[in-house]
């Protein structure tokens, strides 16, 4: 899984339905819709990350200002990147 936050939020809520299984004397492994549902969307959320920082990347190589791999000026000045990020923030 490539999400660590989903990872760690499953083990989380599993470990947690181990525990109250064991302590209130169930048998049964109950992980909730709700538990799956937060999984799901900590999930989404790093996937989008992931293909944010990647456009950002591919935008950015298009310019010259970004040489070897990294951008030659300060990122969080550069003009057409935060133009960039705020378009694709819009919806």
């Known amino acids: 899984m490539k999400s660590e936050k989903a ?13 109250y299984a064991e302590r209130f004397g169930g048998r049964e492994l109950v992980v909730s819709r709700w538990d799956v549902s937060t999984a799901i969307e900590l999930a ?9 920082e990647k456009a950002i990347k591919a935008y950015c190589s298009e310019y010259a200002c970004y040489e070897t791999g ?14 960039f990020v705020q ?3 819009e919806e």
């Open 70 to 83: 990294a951008c030659a000026l300060d990122p969080d000045k550069c003009a057409t990147k935060l133009l």
């Open 7 to 19: 990872k760690e939020y499953i083990t989380h809520a599993t470990c947690t339905a181990q525990e």
């Open 44 to 52: 989404e959320q790093d996937a989008e990350m992931r293909m944010r």
């Open 87 to 89: 378009n694709m923030t």
